[in-house]
């Protein structure tokens, strides 16, 4: 905290000191943590964070700031690498990357940062759908196109940002209650009850809603929807929850995993426990991204079924970029093709053919 406070007061100073020569460019107050607990959350590898900075750009190449959720599981990994080696120098761009450590003030702040260095355009992948609307404007003030990736934006002025590509949330978990379905029929358990736990993602995420949205469709009238809680999209925390689940609940069938990750955690937890999982164990275990490690789960024999989440945007919003820049119109809303794998297939053959 102290060191916090030590920060606070040389922005200040700083900021004093650069009124009226109209080029200050430290962050401005609002950048700061907008609540005392906020400020508390952060931890001292952010309070010491550089502000995402472009280096010498050449005038030729489109500068893009990606404000990027964090690095919470594979599918980000996979999604940052994505970005990185779409907006290189040889491709025409400069790329401005910042991890906002999955907090949504961090995500303000970088777009704040990216208007003050007057960036050719911002691309967010949103931590939360809502709460954005006052930086939307000032990117919409300083003539700065603002495109969405990934994860959604809950806005009442869609004006606000150009386009929005990622997958189809609501479909994926519609999907995989859908499988849910045919795979007890066809062990003869159409019509036994059957216990259901969620590990879901962070609260308020669109990869959240629209997964708990569209499972909850397709739930059967003989399905118990014991609990559902976060466990953050992160393998330690889905762990832990699953963990406390199987202590709450002696009689859990299936676990819903909102990504891989959290499965990988749940996994751990249930063998942990004593009990099995997979085609072959006592809790059957779904999830959502298919990232390689999922395909190695299946081979394993813990995981049933991972329904697929395309985390390669870059080109996609490479594109977008490029045809903006021609004076094109884009489609406002653009969902990835996506499939789903089960230990039914050829899950070995099919990892080879995977690109992440
Ligand atoms: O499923 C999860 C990641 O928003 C689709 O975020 C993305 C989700 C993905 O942390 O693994």
């Known amino acids: 905290m102290k060191k916090k406070l030590l920060s606070i007061i040389l922005a200040t100073a700083m900021v004093a000191t650069m009124v009226g020569c109209g080029s200050a460019t430290s962050e401005p107050a609002a950048a700061e943590p907008a609540t005392k607990e906020a400020a508390e959350e952060a931890t001292p590898a952010e309070e010491v964070a550089e502000e995402p ?56 702040k970088a777009i704040r940062s990216f208007i003050q260095q007057e960036v050719d355009y911002i691309v967010v992948a949103p931590v939360v759908e809502t709460g954005w609307e006052t930086v939307l404007e000032e990117a919409k003030e300083a003539g700065i196109p603002v495109i969405l990736s990934d994860r959604m934006m809950d806005v009442s002025d869609d004006s606000l940002y150009e386009c929005w590509v990622g997958g189809n949330f609501v479909k994926e978990g519609e999907d995989a209650a859908a499988w849910l ?17 969620t590990l879901q993602g962070t609260i308020g995420a669109s990869a959240q809603v629209g997964r708990t949205e569209g499972f909850a469709n397709g ?32 009689d859990i069938d299936v676990v819903v995993c909102e990504n891989d990750n959290m499965a990988f955690g749940a996994i751990d937890a249930i063998k ?21 490690a999922a395909f190695d789960s299946m081979i394993a024999g813990d995981l049933n079924a991972t329904f697929e989440c395309n985390p390669l945007h870059g080109p996609r919003v490479a594109e977008i970029i490029q045809k903006l820049e021609a004076g094109e119109t884009v489609e406002k809303i653009q969902y990835v093709d996506e499939s789903y794998f089960d230990t039914s297939m050829d899950v ?9």
């Open 53 to 108: 900075a472009a280096e010498e750009a050449s005038d030729d190449l489109i500068v893009v700031g990606y404000a990027q959720v964090g690095a919470e599981s594979d599918w980000r990994t996979a999604n940052t690498e994505s970005f990185k080696t779409t907006f290189t120098e040889e491709n025409g761009y400069q790329l401005i990357f910042d991890d906002a450590q999955q907090k949504q003030e961090n995500q303000i």
């Open 181 to 197: 379905k045919t795979y007890l029929e066809d062990q003869g358990r159409g019509s036994e009850e059957i216990n259901i736990v």
């Open 219 to 250: 739930m059967q009238d003989n399905w118990v929807m014991l609990d559902q809680q976060t466990g953050e999209f992160t393998q330690s925390k889905g762990q832990e929850v699953m963990e406390s689940f199987l202590k709450q609940y002696p």
């Open 272 to 292: 942990a426990a004593g009990k099995t999982c997979g085609p072959e164990g006592d809790i059957i275990v779904i999830s959502f991204d298919a990232v390689a």
């Open 348 to 356: 070995a053959a099919i990892k080879e053919t995977r690109a992440y």
